[in-house]
């Protein structure tokens, strides 16, 4: 990509900012053409460096942001672009910024909401300073304002999604009936759809992945003589990503088409056979908006309409994207600054060192941790209930477990990443997002995937150097944290199991755990 500019350049009066998850080419902005506006777009180590990324999510912001830079000025926009290893790069967004206004002689600089609270403060507590106008608009991607579901929950101890989502959907008539009333006389079809999927001829078979293949080679190879560390397989031969709006609305429809129909049944299902199974693999695309969430939940309503997929299937993937994911931005903002450091269990174990390499004899985690290691992505399934369970179980650092997290997958910015890491999967926020940890024994991950199948622990033994680590380490959870959770009223079963164990059987348990817990590396 070129980025000379000319020594004596066209002056512009208004310059706009589009940040890396800000790549929608259907945003108003770009409505007209206007040469005295340049948008602008920076790679800068400022957003490389706050955590350490996964190579692939790296590469894949970067070569998505050249293709809009490239779509908008063939569309006769002016675009400057700030490359990573841009002689005139302060690696940092607001000294970029404040050169560039000098450089074209601006008197505006316009931006959109960013999604991230570091953002949104570093940009509106710069732009105070400035003697220029600092504008902020919206990104015109959400169903719902930042400070919406606040107003909703004013006053209420939990903020539970199901109510939230049921509003949604009489709000934007989603699968609601001529008569107001959800679809199929039901509002939730979770019931339907925790099927494993099985390795039988009765079992659908696995979708094609049409994802485009990428050859970034030498992008990746600039990122790397620029000095940006990273971790993972950046696969830059073969990046499998959708860069911009036309290849994810391709994405869009070939899940609509081909996987839908089958994604409720199995979309708490895993298996060693499929990264993906049944799921979309399309939250990169909404989270860098070259998906809108209304056309997205369109499409999938249209199919259940035209008889093209199943209900439940339908409304599991509408409850994702119009309850969970607007759900998940309104308890961000409604939480921070400081939701990302809660910790109510106290918890501060460091990740054990196979979080970075995979290798690990838990076969579970070997898959789910190796092949997030390897695509930058794994389901919600495994990213909850096996990495984020043992994370719970074993006690590790829900700040280090968030940080984990937010550099590995594709998909995760910290509005979307923080109440799924934080509150669901490490209830370090005491139960405002969930109402019990979501913790299993070694039972339920070998009831909905064949991870335990030829592992080197024994799904069914508690104790032991043979037991599954999940089984102890599960009981000896409720055990340590009984004065928090012994209360909670979706936990009294668990509890009163835990009552039958106590003597000897019990005091096993939390030993074993408790060596478990000193070595966590080696297990």
């Known amino acids: ?61 970067f070569a998505s942001m050249r293709d809009l830079a490239r779509h908008l000025r063939e569309a006769g926009h002016r675009v400057r672009y700030v490359a990573i290893d841009d002689a005139s790069n302060r690696q940092s967004m607001p000294d970029n910024l404040a050169a560039l206004m000098a450089h074209y002689g601006a008197h505006t600089l316009q931006y959109q909401y960013p999604d991230e609270w570091r953002l949104d403060e570093q940009l509106r507590t710069w732009g105070t300073q400035q003697s220029f106008a600092v504008q902020a608009v919206s990104s015109e991607h959400f169903y719902t304002t930042r400070t919406e579901m606040a107003e909703v929950f004013q006053g209420r101890k939990q903020w539970l999604m199901e109510h939230f989502y049921r509003r949604m959907r009489l709000r934007h008539g989603v699968l609601i009936d001529e008569a107001g009333e959800p679809e199929g006389g039901q509002w939730n079809y979770d019931h339907d759809n925790r099927k494993p999927w099985p390795d039988t001829k009765d ?89 809108r969430p209304h056309e997205v939940v369109q499409r999938a309503q249209s199919a259940y309409h035209a008889g093209a997929a199943p209900l439940p299937a339908v409304e599991g993937f509408v409850r994702q994207i119009l309850g969970w994911r607007e759900y998940v931005r309104g308890i961000y903002w409604a939480h921070m600054p400081g939701y990302d450091e809660r910790n109510a269990l106290g918890h501060s174990t460091p990740l054990p060192a196979w979080f970075w390499t995979g290798k690990t004899q838990m076969r579970c985690m070997q898959h789910a941790v190796g092949q997030s290691l390897e695509h930058a992505y794994a389901h919600h399934i495994q990213r909850l209930m096996v990495i984020g369970n043992f994370a719970l179980l074993a006690g590790l650092d829900p700040a280090a477990v968030h940080r984990w997290y937010l550099g590995v997958y594709i998909d995760a910015f910290e509005w979307v990443e923080v109440p799924n890491t934080v509150g669901m999967s490490q209830f370090a926020d005491g139960g405002l997002l969930a109402t019990k940890p979501y913790v299993s024994s070694a039972a339920y991950i070998d009831r909905m995937s064949d991870y335990c199948s030829g592992c080197h622990y024994d799904k069914k033994l508690k104790v032991g150097e043979r037991a599954c680590p999940y089984n102890a380490l599960y009981w000896d959870f409720f055990a340590r944290n009984e004065g928090t959770l012994g209360n909670n009223f979706r936990l009294g079963m668990v509890y009163r199991q835990l009552q039958k164990m106590q003597g000897p ?10 060596s478990l817990r000193t070595r966590l590396d080696a297990l």
């Not at 970034?216 to 560390?229: D, K, N, P």
């Not at 019990?506 to 408790?514: G, I, M, S, T």
């Open 1 to 61: 990509m070129t980025t000379q500019q000319p020594s004596t350049p066209q002056r512009a009066h208004t310059l706009r900012l589009l940040l890396g998850d800000q790549l929608s080419p259907e945003h108003s902005w770009f409505a007209t053409q206007n040469q005295g506006v340049v948008y602008v777009l920076m790679e800068v180590r400022q957003e490389t460096d706050y955590v350490l990324h996964h190579a692939q999510k790296i590469l894949a912001i």
């Open 203 to 291: 079992a659908p078979a696995l979708p094609p992945d049409a994802r485009p293949t990428h050859d970034h080679s030498a992008l990746w190879a600039t990122i790397q003589a620029a000095g940006v560390q990273s971790f993972g397989n950046p696969q830059a031969h073969a990046l499998r990503w959708p860069l911009n709006r036309a290849e994810a609305l391709a994405s869009l429809d070939q899940f609509v088409t081909t996987t839908l129909p089958h994604f409720g049944a199995y979309e708490d299902a895993m298996s060693t056979q499929s990264a993906r199974l049944f799921h979309s693999l399309l939250s990169f695309a909404l989270n860098t908006k070259m998906l």
């Open 505 to 514: 059987q019990l005091d096993a348990l939390c030993e074993h755990a408790a």
